[in-house]
């Protein structure tokens, strides 16, 4: 089923902490919402093993880090409806504390491996550190250990994912996307901070829908039910943006009698069904607190040039 604006999800279960705007297949809903009970359910501790008394050597060849910290600082002042929007070549971010989108600047390939512990979004390592304290910690940390992995290539574009792997007792592996613009230059529109120990960011795909190779990153949010977040990526001649499946939820939505819902998960659409162009989508009735009554949303698509064009719906009851 679908969320809002571009992203696939996949069953019911807690999403990315407390309101986070969702793209594509896979929910009812804009946005979700978790409670506070949710929330401290899902919320992840990562628990950071440092070294102290780091020597002065350590900090040779770190000035280049030093300086990109400083240039990331604009991002925190970037306005909000950028924040919510996808893009050419926005990096989607999604943390237990929520996700956005920004537009950070290239970096050659050692600044997403180096020293990984930087690189965390969530606020949580050495919280409150000098930019220069916070590095010492980081070149001390013993995680995450930062492994890359080649993806393939979509018109001319190579992609690559990096794993973020942890050790300790209750933290969880990241995930990014890095695609590759010039030698030893890398542009990231993927980081992925998974909510929950039961949580994995798994290897990214390139699939076919139609004509056009998209790049799929999916996303296990565990739970109960087990909810899969797809992502899906269109690549044209500006660079990679985020597909908007929102169509398809409005096109569900128009076919439905009153007091009747699309069901936020459940489905079993995924990048393997995707070249079929058709979601089903499940409903449950307004104020029910189980899915699912009989009946189901049938609804085609095709893409034009990365965006979604509805063919048809079509609901039936039984």
Excluded at 68 to 93: E, F, S, Y
Excluded at 187 to 213: K, M
Aim: with cysteine; proline share 7%; glycine share 10%.
């Amino acid at each position: 089923m679908l969320f809002g604006s571009g992203r696939a999800v996949h069953s019911p279960g807690s999403k990315f902490g407390a309101e986070v705007p969702i793209i594509g297949i896979g929910s009812d809903f804009p946005h979700c919402k978790l409670s506070d009970n949710q929330r401290r359910r899902t919320k992840t501790v990562l628990r950071w093993r440092i070294v102290s008394n780091v020597s002065a050597e350590l900090y040779k060849g770190s000035l280049y880090i030093i300086a990109t910290l400083m240039l990331a600082l604009p991002l925190v002042a970037q306005p909000q409806i950028d924040r919510d929007q996808p893009g050419p070549w926005k990096r989607h971010v999604m943390t237990p504390k929520g996700g956005w989108f920004d537009t950070p600047t290239p970096h050659p390939l050692a600044y997403f491996t180096r020293y990984p512990a930087l690189l965390d979004e969530s606020g949580d390592f050495c919280y409150l550190c000098t930019p220069q304290k916070k590095l010492s910690a980081a070149m001390a940390a013993k995680e995450p250990k930062a492994e890359v992995r080649l993806v393939g290539t979509i018109k001319g574009l190579t992609i690559y994912d990096v794993f973020y792997r942890f050790e300790s007792d209750g933290a969880v592996d990241w995930k990014s996307i890095l695609i590759k613009t010039a030698p030893n230059v890398y542009r990231e529109i993927l980081h992925c901070e998974p909510t929950q120990v039961d949580a994995r960011a798994l290897p990214s795909v390139i699939t076919q829908l139609g004509t056009e190779l998209l790049l799929n990153s999916r996303y296990f949010a565990g739970g109960n039910k087990g909810m899969y977040v797809d992502d899906y990526y269109s690549f044209d001649q500006i660079g990679p943006t985020l597909v908007d499946f929102a169509p398809i939820l409005a096109a569900g939505r128009a076919v439905l009698p009153k007091g009747v819902m699309l069901w936020g998960g459940g489905d079993s659409n995924s990048p393997k069904t995707l070249t079929l162009m058709r979601f089903k989508l499940q409903v449950w009735n307004d104020g029910d607190g189980l899915c699912c009554r009989p009946g189901i949303v049938e609804v085609t698509f095709k893409l034009d040039r990365g965006h979604v064009v509805v063919t048809g719906a079509h609901y039936n009851p039984n």
